[in-house]
């Protein structure tokens, strides 16, 4: 369970910077507009998830099978980091609305 755990944070690791920075700068633009932007800027952040999938998945093709090798599928890692972020960008926005 551990291995596996840390194997997620591994693979997570690879893009986390640049979602969290799109995160940042989306709540960013949703604080400014006083949340009227919240479905365009949702419907982004949708969109650059997908890049950020297909240029991972280009990119670290190779490294998926050490995660297969141990028992992890792609289609696992993919929708638990997927939805991971999401749920960053969600909570954070959800303490943003509520402490404004």
Not at 34 to 40: N, T
Not at 67 to 85: H, P
Request: a positive charge; proline letters at 1%.
């Amino acid at each position: 369970m551990v291995k596996r755990f840390k194997a997620y944070c591994a693979f997570y690791r690879n893009f986390f910077f640049v979602s969290f920075l799109i995160t940042v700068v989306c709540l960013f633009i949703l604080l400014r507009s006083e949340f009227s932007l919240m479905p365009a800027l949702f419907w982004f952040k949708m969109a650059t998830m997908a890049v950020v999938y297909y240029v991972t998945h280009i990119n670290k093709q190779r490294e998926f099978f050490y995660y297969q090798n141990i028992g992890i599928s792609g289609i696992f890692l993919w929708v638990s980091t997927l939805a991971t972020d999401m749920f960053l960008f969600l909570f954070l926005s959800c303490l943003i609305y509520f402490n404004v």
